[in-house]
């Protein structure tokens, strides 16, 4: 790549957004992926013909915008974008993301009957004994960022276990083949860290934290039907909530 010709721009300010756009152009052009380092400072510096404060505002601006991360010790690498998960929605949480997101897959890795678990009974308050547990690889163009598990009681699902592919989306099968509504919905969100098989199927190491949210969906007369939990990688999603303000 030819850097960009900023002999001729005196300002400061417009200085260190030519050198933003050239490390995003440099990106691009060398289709640099998530996770994968970018030149050094010193590199920087010698193919912008700029001075290293120059560089490391630019690289200051463009980590807190969420292009790249700094990783101490390590360099600067290219950061997959976070996914916007709205806290409040009674979707699916892969339905609740950015209308923008629409390049979602999801893999289902497991499917199998469960019965008598104490947290999967619990949630659905004892009335229920038999579950269908459907465990799927949330991915995009970046790779996996989560690992869903979801709990579906057979009784009030029957015969749901062959309707189940790989992208379909369950809330949308419970609401249209099975007439379920849903009424309220209860989240519990911890930091955790992650099993041998959540390292497995996300690919990271015993030592990174995963967020955790466990959701119980209730139907019209408040009784649960829907539990689910999914590990999520925490620089791959940020949280919001939109509610309307009354007094």
Avoid: W
């Avoid at 417009?14 to 992926?33: F, H, P, R, W």
């Avoid at 009957?113 to 547990?133: M, W």
């Avoid at 083949?177 to 199927?201: A, G, N, R």
């Amino acid at each position: 790549m030819k850097s960009r010709d900023i002999s001729n721009l005196d300002s400061p300010i417009l200085l260190y957004e030519e050198i933003k756009a050239g490390i995003k152009d440099l990106i691009k052009s060398k289709n640099l992926k998530p996770g994968e380092k970018i030149p050094t400072e010193s590199n920087l510096c010698e193919l912008f013909n700029v001075s290293r404060i120059t560089i490391r505002r630019a690289i200051k601006e463009l980590v807190d915008e969420g292009i790249i991360e700094v990783i101490r010790g390590k360099g600067t690498f290219v950061k997959a974008p976070k996914k916007d998960l709205h806290l409040l929605n009674l979707k699916g949480y892969t339905e609740g993301l950015s209308n923008l997101e629409n390049h979602i897959e999801k893999e289902i890795l497991l499917k199998r009957i469960v019965r008598e678990d104490n947290e999967i009974s619990k949630a659905f308050l004892h009335e229920q004994n038999e579950f269908l547990e459907l465990v799927r690889l949330v991915k995009d163009s970046d790779g996996p960022f989560s690992v869903d598990f979801a709990y579906l009681p057979l009784q009030l699902y029957p015969g749901i276990e062959p309707l189940l592919t790989n992208n379909i989306s369950t809330f949308e099968l419970i609401r249209e083949q099975y007439k379920v509504k849903f009424k309220k919905v209860k989240k519990e969100i911890e930091y955790v860290f992650p099993s041998p098989e959540i390292c497995d199927y996300l690919g990271i190491s015993k030592t990174s934290p995963v967020i955790l949210v466990k959701k119980t969906i209730f139907g019209m007369d408040h009784t649960p039907v829907h539990f689910s939990k999914y590990y999520l990688l925490g620089d791959r999603v940020k949280f919001y909530i939109e509610a309307d303000y009354t007094d």
